[in-house]
């Protein structure tokens, strides 16, 4: 075989006649080689689709490389050696192209598909070789199939495989369920329908009454309604004469109004009031006129202000010392102020007489000389001397407190203060005061040509809004008189035009109401009253009246349609008729097929009866040589369901009583059991086991590769297995074909 499948990549694996051990460790390839083999012989599916726990063979096994799957298998079938080739072309195909050719001359051989490739060769289909000679170890129980069942009943009965009891016991089931399953089926659905039938009659029988009644109460509110219609009509009639009076009144007001308008109008004329705008303007006018009048006032005041501010400032200029002078002579006079000579008095004069005498006696003394020659030296004329020096001071001394005494006596009589500080003081302060003169001059110029120009302006405004009154109202000669002949003039105006706009609304009232009457109410009849019953009354029970008879018809309706969807009191009799016909045919025809699934049972019965002890007895001989005697003997039931006695022991144990070891043993007999009785003789299908012995001890492993090696004399078998025990029991025996699988890229 030759596989690019699964993780295999162009891998090759070589097998020969009989026992073939396949030796690899886990992840290997064993269980992709046995899923190849399948597939090369029968194909892949490519309607399967990956289900919750289930991923289809077609995305399991698509190659890791990302080739395109396909693979080669060279085989013997009798004395022909043929090569058997698949490929995918296309990718939702996988191996859907097939090809069978005889080697060396690659003559494709007759009769071949790839859909009848297995079922030809091996002998059965793919489900029957799965559940005998392909043997996995997740796999080994055997499974009920219809394609076993036909096997085997084609083996103990006619030799024909066309027959399965699950298939015929299915589809005469499904028969019976058609007719009868608890709340399903034909029957229980035509019991309803005849019971619905029934219902439909007694519906039927009820709407006819309900509808009798419900049109005598149609007739009776019909009537109702045209009475209260009449009485809406009368009322109608009244407004419509209502309206008439009403517009004929609205016509009255409007030319009244009209009228009104119109003598306003004249009247106005004749008067020459001014209009709205002039007289808005003139009032303004006025009201300006008081703002300049406060205005002149307030310059008044402030002119007043000003004159005094400036009479004082003149009166504290002139009560200055320094009045009369100005500022650059006042300061030059505080700055270069004399001081007052004192006049000589007698003290004085003595005073200075001797001092001088003093002074010539020493003089005359220092420069005399007796007689002798001896000068006139020491006391005498130093005494002269002192005393004429002290005088000098004394003398000066009395002159400048007689000078002082005069000095500040005429300071006082002028600035009423001797400190020349404070009169330079009385200078700067006269300077102020000049500056506030001319400051306080300034502003009663300013204020006054303020005055003037308010006073002309207000004097002006004035004359120009006499001048203006005066024209519609000759006796205004003032303000006040003007302004009383303006808020005349306004309310007239204003008379006017709400007697106008009153005329213009009433035409309108007029015209509206004329618009919104029909002509035809215009000379429409009027009646005698009105109705005694008020209009919303009248509505009130026409509403009710009308929603009745809606309702009253609405149930008329319903129970015509439900009597037309009824069919018809014939039409229904009849239909009932036909259902009780049909009833007690399916009747007949379920007790029929009832019987036959007792029949059917009974020969499956006896057919289970025939092959069950026949391969329960090849199971046990087989189950007693894998497991050295332990067990003797082996009951399995219609569904394959297997059972084991051991030896010595009268209770059966139920293979899910057994560990996993005697478990898979017990199967794997089971299985080589059904190999000998299902598969043909002639073709002899290869034998395939994964991993089959994988829960045996050494004891059993070596009982059952002696059994193996004796089944792979009949035919060929591939033994795939993760242990080395295998290989090593047959290591020295040539009849055994041993081969090792690596993960290396030839995988061989």
């Known amino acids: 075989m030759s596989a690019?499948?699964?993780?295999?990549?162009?891998?090759?694996?070589?097998?020969?006649?009989?026992?073939?051990?396949?030796?690899?460790?886990?992840?290997?390839?064993?269980?992709?080689?046995?899923?190849?083999?399948?597939?090369?012989?029968?194909?892949?599916?490519?309607?399967?689709?990956?289900?919750?726990?289930?991923?289809?063979?077609?995305?399991?096994?698509?190659?890791?490389?990302?080739?395109?799957?396909?693979?080669?298998?060279?085989?013997?079938?009798?004395?022909?050696?043929?090569?058997?080739?698949?490929?995918?072309?296309?990718?939702?195909?996988?191996?859907?192209?097939?090809?069978?050719?005889?080697?060396?001359?690659?003559?494709?051989?007759?009769?071949?598909?790839?859909?009848?490739?297995?079922?030809?060769?091996?002998?059965?289909?793919?489900?029957?070789?799965?559940?005998?000679?392909?043997?996995?170890?997740?796999?080994?129980?055997?499974?009920?199939d219809a394609g076993l069942e036909k096997r085997i009943a084609a083996l103990i009965t006619t030799g024909e495989e066309d027959t399965s009891y699950s298939e015929a016991a299915a589809a005469l089931n499904k028969q019976l369920n058609r007719r009868r399953h608890n709340k399903t089926g034909r029957l229980p659905a035509l019991e309803l329908e005849l019971a619905d039938a029934a219902r439909q009659l007694e519906a039927l029988t009820g709407a006819e009454t309900q509808l009798s009644d419900q049109r005598q109460e149609l007739s009776r509110l019909t009537e109702q309604e045209a009475e209260l219609s009449r009485l809406l009509k009368l009322h109608d009639l009244w407004d419509v004469a209502k309206e008439r009076r009403l517009l004929s009144e609205a016509g009255s007001a409007a030319a009244d109004a009209k009228q009104t308008a119109v003598n306003l109008r004249r009247q106005a004329e004749e008067a020459r009031l001014p209009e709205n705008e002039t007289i808005g303007r003139l009032r303004g006018a006025i009201v300006n006129l008081e703002t300049v009048r406060k205005s002149v006032n307030a310059a008044m005041v402030e002119k007043d202000a000003a004159m005094k501010a400036s009479v004082r400032a003149e009166t504290a200029v002139s009560e200055s010392p320094f009045a009369g002078k100005s500022l650059e002579d006042s300061k030059k006079e505080a700055a270069t102020m004399q001081t007052a000579r004192a006049p000589l008095t007698p003290t004085k004069v003595i005073l200075a007489i001797v001092a001088l005498l003093c002074l010539v006696l020493a003089v005359f003394l220092l420069g005399w000389k007796d007689s002798h020659g001896f000068a006139i030296q020491g006391l005498v004329p130093g005494i002269l001397f002192a005393l004429s020096a002290g005088a000098v001071p004394l003398l000066w001394k009395l002159h400048l407190?007689?000078?002082?005494?005069?000095?500040?006596?005429?300071?006082?009589?002028?600035?009423?203060?001797?400190?020349?500080?404070?009169?330079?003081?009385?200078?700067?302060?006269?300077?102020?005061?000049?500056?506030?003169?001319?400051?306080?001059?300034?502003?009663?110029?300013?204020?006054?040509?303020?005055?003037?120009?308010?006073?002309?302006?207000?004097?002006?405004?004035?004359?120009?809004?006499?001048?203006?009154?005066?024209?519609?109202a000759p006796a205004a000669f003032d303000i006040p008189a003007a302004d009383a002949a303006l808020r005349e003039c306004a309310v007239r105006r204003r008379e006017l035009t709400m007697s106008e706009n009153a005329a213009e609304a009433a035409r309108l009232r007029y015209e509206t109401m004329y618009r919104q009457i029909p002509e035809q109410n215009l000379s429409a009849e009027e009646p005698a009253a009105p109705p005694t019953q008020s209009r919303e009354t009248l509505n009130t029970e026409l509403l009710s009246v009308k929603a009745a008879l809606s309702a009253a018809q609405s149930a008329a309706d319903r129970l015509t349609g439900q009597i037309a969807?009824?069919?018809?009191?014939?039409?229904?009799?009849?239909?009932?008729?036909?259902?009780?016909?049909?009833?007690?045919?399916?009747?007949?025809?379920?007790?029929?097929?009832?019987?036959?699934?007792?029949?059917?049972?009974?020969?499956?019965?006896?057919?289970?009866?025939?092959?069950?002890?026949?391969?329960?007895?090849?199971?046990?001989?087989?189950?007693?040589?894998?497991?050295?005697?332990?067990?003797?003997?082996?009951?399995?039931?219609?569904?394959?369901?297997?059972?084991?006695?051991?030896?010595?022991?009268?209770?059966?144990?139920?293979?899910?009583?057994?560990?996993?070891?005697?478990?898979?043993?017990?199967?794997?007999?089971?299985?080589?059991?059904?190999?000998?009785?299902?598969?043909?003789?002639?073709?002899?299908?290869?034998?395939?086991?994964?991993?089959?012995?994988?829960?045996?001890?050494?004891?059993?492993?070596?009982?059952?590769?002696?059994?193996?090696?004796?089944?792979?004399?009949?035919?060929?078998?591939?033994?795939?297995?993760?242990?080395?025990?295998?290989?090593?029991?047959?290591?020295?025996?040539?009849?055994?074909?041993?081969?090792?699988?690596?993960?290396?890229?030839?995988?061989?």
């Not at 407190?401 to 006269?430: G, S």
């Not at 007792?598 to 040589?625: C, I, V």
């Open 4 to 144: 690019t499948f699964g993780k295999l990549y162009q891998q090759t694996l070589h097998l020969s006649d009989g026992l073939n051990i396949i030796q690899a460790p886990n992840e290997t390839g064993k269980s992709t080689w046995c899923a190849f083999l399948l597939s090369m012989l029968y194909g892949i599916n490519s309607r399967e689709r990956d289900r919750a726990g289930f991923i289809a063979d077609k995305n399991r096994y698509a190659p890791w490389s990302g080739a395109a799957m396909s693979g080669r298998l060279d085989c013997r079938v009798g004395e022909d050696e043929l090569t058997l080739l698949r490929e995918t072309k296309r990718q939702t195909a996988p191996l859907g192209d097939f090809k069978a050719v005889r080697q060396g001359t690659m003559d494709e051989y007759p009769g071949l598909t790839g859909q009848n490739c297995g079922e030809t060769l091996l002998g059965v289909s793919r489900e029957v070789y799965e559940r005998s000679a392909f043997i996995r170890q997740a796999g080994l129980p055997v499974t009920q």
């Open 401 to 472: 407190h007689d000078t002082a005494q005069v000095r500040n006596a005429l300071l006082l009589k002028r600035f009423h203060t001797a400190d020349l500080a404070e009169i330079a003081a009385l200078a700067d302060t006269y300077a102020t005061l000049c500056q506030n003169r001319d400051e306080a001059q300034n502003a009663v110029v300013k204020a006054t040509a303020t005055y003037d120009a308010l006073y002309a302006s207000l004097t002006s405004n004035e004359q120009g809004i006499l001048l203006e009154v005066r024209r519609f």
């Open 565 to 748: 969807a009824l069919g018809g009191r014939e039409a229904l009799e009849a239909q009932t008729e036909q259902l009780r016909l049909q009833i007690d045919v399916l009747e007949g025809e379920y007790q029929s097929i009832a019987l036959a699934m007792e029949t059917l049972d009974d020969a499956n019965a006896a057919l289970q009866n025939r092959f069950s002890p026949l391969l329960g007895r090849r199971t046990a001989e087989l189950f007693s040589a894998l497991t050295d005697g332990a067990y003797s003997g082996v009951v399995l039931d219609r569904s394959f369901h297997l059972s084991a006695e051991p030896t010595g022991d009268t209770v059966w144990r139920d293979a899910a009583l057994l560990s996993a070891g005697a478990g898979d043993q017990l199967y794997l007999a089971a299985r080589l059991a059904i190999c000998e009785l299902v598969l043909p003789d002639a073709a002899l299908p290869p034998l395939v086991l994964d991993d089959a012995l994988a829960n045996f001890d050494d004891s059993r492993c070596a009982s059952a590769l002696r059994l193996l090696k004796e089944e792979g004399k009949k035919r060929q078998l591939l033994l795939f297995t993760c242990h080395s025990r295998e290989a090593a029991f047959f290591a020295d025996d040539p009849e055994v074909s041993v081969q090792r699988l690596t993960n290396g890229p030839s995988g061989v």
